[in-house]
């Protein structure tokens, strides 16, 4: 079976091709803000016409292309997914599953768009080199390029190019991927997620992610005392316009590079812990967690937020799907109240309360351990 992943990796564009790249960028958010507010004002006028579908839009999008002329600047295919990505936001919000589309503003320094695949071969507007050190993007050209690994000459469907507030210009290739289906071991786990350690598992064994080295907190604390001490200063010097201080300036790129260095270290840290469960076992059972909810808890929302719950949920269920493992989520309900030996429910205890003994089988629990105990056993009952 086929699936699609992908490769990211990070452009080179010199200041002629940023340029393009930015130029590209903008078009596309301004073609997304004038369909938004078509469709608004259409639906505000008439509210029993019928929606406008994906290919109505292209439609008038050559329409809008004779109007502004400097449209034609930007990648055609870039302009398409712009409408396409709305009319998707649109359809999710028809089903109740996203709030109404937003418009984008100009000022965002965080610019993306995506092209589609035309051609084949060497006549591809998306092509790498012989040694992959260059790749080929339309409007472009050729630029330097480093992929987080190596790309196997599997068919491309599309690229995002992607801009940030730290300077850097990344690109994700999605390419069609052929699913391997890793051995069975015929062992099962279940996972309780928690702050300090990510990923407790039933067996006893704890996971952290040890690759996020607690000296980039550090470094991120010191350089932004920096720079709150550099507004101040600036503020009193020049007023309103203290944003254009070159010194501020350079404080704020090297702030968002290490904040950038250290979701890169997070985001390594969860594939290796991922890769490691989908290898040992071939039933995974997780709690069912509405992050979104307990992150309106302001006394752990940053913790939450560092631990990556959702991320590891996201990286755990697609690379089950795509090895032919199986990933079970659970309710959460009473799992760290549970003794998992009698199944007494002992009734909430606070957070600092680490290990407790059972009142009926005098089991001695840790508090996560236990939880995750419980998880298997649910996800097992399901099965």
């Given at each position: 079976?086929k699936?699609?992943?992908g490769?990211?990796?990070?452009?080179?564009?010199?200041?002629?091709?940023?340029?393009?790249?930015?130029?590209?960028?903008?078009?596309?958010r301004?073609?997304?803000n004038?369909?938004?507010?078509?469709?608004?004002?259409?639906?505000?006028?008439?509210?029993?016409?019928?929606?406008?579908s994906y290919?109505?839009?292209n439609?008038?999008?050559t329409?809008?292309?004779?109007?502004?002329?400097?449209l034609?600047?930007?990648?055609?295919s870039a302009?398409?997914n712009?409408?396409?990505?709305?009319?998707?936001?649109?359809?999710?919000?028809f089903?109740k599953?996203?709030g109404y589309?937003?418009?984008?503003k100009?000022?965002n320094?965080?610019?993306?768009?995506?092209?589609?695949?035309?051609?084949?071969?060497d006549k591809?507007n998306?092509?790498f080199?012989?040694?992959?050190s260059?790749i080929?993007?339309p409007?472009?050209g050729?630029?330097?390029?480093?992929?987080?690994?190596?790309?196997?000459g599997q068919?491309i469907?599309?690229i995002?190019?992607r801009?940030s507030?730290?300077?850097?210009?990344d690109i994700?290739?999605?390419v069609?991927?052929?699913?391997?289906?890793?051995?069975?071991?015929?062992?099962?786990?279940?996972?309780?997620?928690?702050l300090?350690?990510?990923?407790?598992?039933s067996?006893?064994?704890?996971?952290?992610l040890?690759?996020?080295?607690?000296?980039t907190?550090?470094k991120?604390?010191?350089?932004q005392?920096?720079?709150?001490?550099?507004?101040v200063?600036a503020k009193?010097k020049?007023?309103?316009?203290w944003?254009?201080v070159?010194?501020?300036?350079?404080?704020?790129?090297l702030?968002?590079?290490l904040h950038?260095?250290?979701?890169?270290?997070?985001?390594?840290?969860?594939?290796?812990i991922t890769?490691?469960?989908?290898e040992?076992?071939?039933v995974i059972v997780?709690e069912?967690?509405?992050?979104r909810?307990?992150?309106k808890?302001h006394?752990?929302?940053?913790s939450i937020?560092?631990?990556s719950?959702r991320l590891?949920?996201?990286?755990?269920?697609?690379?089950c799907?795509?090895y032919?493992?199986?990933?079970i989520s659970?309710?959460?309900?009473?799992?760290s109240t549970?003794?998992?030996?009698?199944?007494l429910?002992?009734?909430?205890?606070p957070?600092t309360?680490?290990?407790w003994?059972c009142?009926?089988?005098?089991?001695?629990h840790?508090?996560?351990?236990?939880?995750s105990i419980?998880?298997l056993?649910?996800?097992?009952?399901v099965?």
């Amino acid at each position: 079976m086929k699936s699609y992943i992908g490769l990211t990796g990070r452009i080179y564009p010199h200041d002629d091709q940023k340029k393009v790249i930015h130029n590209t960028a903008h078009h596309c958010r301004f073609v997304r803000n004038e369909f938004l507010s078509l469709l608004s004002d259409r639906y505000k006028h008439n509210k029993n016409a019928q929606f406008l579908s994906y290919y109505s839009m292209n439609v008038l999008l050559t329409q809008l292309k004779k109007e502004h002329v400097w449209l034609r600047q930007a990648e055609s295919s870039a302009l398409q997914n712009s409408l396409k990505m709305l009319h998707d936001t649109f359809q999710k919000f028809f089903k109740k599953q996203c709030g109404y589309p937003q418009f984008k503003k100009r000022n965002n320094n965080n610019l993306s768009y995506t092209s589609a695949i035309r051609g084949k071969g060497d006549k591809a507007n998306i092509r790498f080199n012989a040694d992959q050190s260059k790749i080929h993007l339309p409007k472009v050209g050729w630029l330097r390029v480093h992929l987080s690994r190596r790309y196997e000459g599997q068919p491309i469907k599309s690229i995002t190019v992607r801009t940030s507030t730290s300077g850097y210009y990344d690109i994700s290739v999605l390419v069609e991927h052929e699913n391997q289906v890793l051995p069975k071991t015929g062992k099962s786990i279940g996972i309780d997620v928690g702050l300090i350690d990510l990923a407790i598992l039933s067996n006893g064994e704890k996971l952290n992610l040890l690759s996020v080295s607690q000296a980039t907190y550090n470094k991120i604390r010191k350089e932004q005392r920096k720079l709150s001490k550099l507004i101040v200063r600036a503020k009193k010097k020049h007023g309103k316009n203290w944003q254009h201080v070159r010194n501020i300036q350079k404080q704020r790129m090297l702030v968002s590079r290490l904040h950038k260095k250290l979701s890169n270290q997070r985001r390594d840290g969860l594939h290796k812990i991922t890769k490691y469960l989908i290898e040992e076992y071939d039933v995974i059972v997780i709690e069912d967690l509405s992050v979104r909810n307990m992150m309106k808890n302001h006394n752990l929302a940053r913790s939450i937020a560092n631990a990556s719950w959702r991320l590891f949920r996201t990286f755990l269920e697609y690379k089950c799907k795509m090895y032919g493992k199986t990933v079970i989520s659970v309710p959460p309900h009473y799992t760290s109240t549970t003794c998992s030996t009698c199944g007494l429910n002992s009734g909430s205890k606070p957070l600092t309360i680490r290990e407790w003994t059972c009142k009926q089988c005098n089991t001695l629990h840790d508090r996560d351990i236990n939880a995750s105990i419980n998880i298997l056993n649910k996800g097992l009952a399901v099965v």
